[in-house]
Nanobody, 122 residues
Framework: QVRLVESGGGSVQAGGSLRLSCRFSRDTGDKWCMGWFRQAPAKPREGVAAIDRDGNIIYPDSVKGRFTLSKDHSRNNLYLEMNSLKPEDTAMYYC????????????????WGQGTQVTVSK
């Protein structure tokens, strides 16, 4: 078992930036896949960034060039740097992970954080 705890959400104006953090309760090793997902009201949950065991990172077109996923050396923390935020980025953001996934692909998480709210105003 592993627990994920997000932090760093908040309210910003369009064009602003936020950095989300996700702390894992233990070292998960090199094979785990991790990522960030978001869900806006009345919309399905969608992936916004994911990293596989080889360090490949994928983004949907809607955030590419604006969002950056990173991990620290201890492998216990995952980050999402979000720049040039838009009102349509408003959502609950979730950190998620799974112990194995296909290369350069979205995955179905086994573990989820509790979520952190991001609100972007015009």
């Amino acid at each position: 078992q592993v627990r994920l705890v997000e932090s760093g959400g908040g309210s910003v104006q369009a064009g602003g930036s936020l950095r989300l953090s996700c702390r894992f309760s233990r070292d998960t090793g090199d094979k785990w896949c991790m990522g960030w997902f978001r869900q806006a009201p009345a919309k399905p949950r969608e992936g916004v960034a994911a990293i596989d065991r080889d360090g490949n990172i994928i983004y949907p077109d809607s955030v590419k060039g604006r969002f950056t996923l990173s991990k620290d050396h201890s492998r216990n923390n995952l980050y999402l740097e979000m720049n040039s935020l838009k009102p349509e980025d408003t959502a609950m953001y979730y950190c998620a992970a799974v112990d194995e996934c296909a290369s350069k692909s979205w995955f179905i998480p086994d573990y989820w954080g509790q979520g952190t709210q991001v609100t972007v105003s015009k």
